[in-house]
């Protein structure tokens, strides 16, 4: 009887034991389970304040360069209100001054001129020649950044014989793709070497 007894003591300490162990590890793991769960909520919640300082960073830098933009475009628009009121300025000048000029269209198939001509009172009858260029034969006309406008022309007239130095030339355009681009008339001088000159902008009552 006393072996049976301690037999059952044994038993019933082992269980204990046991449980007591078991109550002990499912504590362990429940106290890991804890320490993750906190550990994934403080890399999430840095996770998510790196992103906020990107987004504000990203927000601070698209302001920026709006900012610069809208500056730039401020600045281009007051640069080129200047230019025209330049432009109109000297226009002005050129059309007081050349006032008594005779003007001379030289017409292309009855529907639009190929230029218009301005010659002193004194050339009147001077002969000039107004000749279409193939596009092919205006080699190093433009550069990678510029448009063609209008078609090239080859224009002759004897300046010596007349006396006349030199003559106006204006030069039907179409509207260009871009409105930040300067209209240029381009010579072709002996040597080959397109040259830019100083142009304005007029306007003939029989041509609108």
Not at 134 to 148: A, K, M
Request: net charge negative; glycine share 0%; hydrophobic share 35%.
């Amino acid at each position: 009887a006393a072996a049976v007894q301690l037999q059952q003591e044994s038993r019933m300490v082992l269980t204990k034991a046991t449980e007591m162990a078991k109550r002990a590890n499912d504590e362990l793991e429940q106290q890991t389970l804890e320490l993750k769960a906190q550990q994934e909520q403080i890399e999430r919640n840095r996770t998510a304040e790196n992103e906020r300082h990107v987004r504000l960073e990203e927000e601070r830098q698209r302001l920026k360069e709006l900012q610069q933009k809208q500056l730039e475009q401020q600045q281009q628009q007051q640069q080129q209100q200047q230019e025209r009121l330049l432009a109109m300025a000297k226009s002005q000048a050129h059309e007081d001054e050349f006032a008594n000029w005779l003007v001379r269209d030289f017409m292309n198939d009855n529907h639009y001129p190929a230029c218009i001509v301005r010659t002193s009172p004194d050339a009147v009858s001077m002969p000039i020649n107004v000749n279409y260029l193939i596009v092919t034969e205006t080699e190093n006309l433009l550069d990678s950044q510029e448009e063609l406008i209008s078609t090239p022309l080859n224009i002759k007239f004897d300046f010596i014989t007349n006396r006349q130095q030199f003559i106006l030339v204006a030069i039907p355009y179409i509207v260009k793709r871009s409105s930040h681009r300067e209209n240029v008339i381009k010579v072709r001088q002996s040597n080959g070497v397109w040259m830019s000159m100083e142009t304005n902008e007029p306007t003939f009552d029989s041509h609108k």
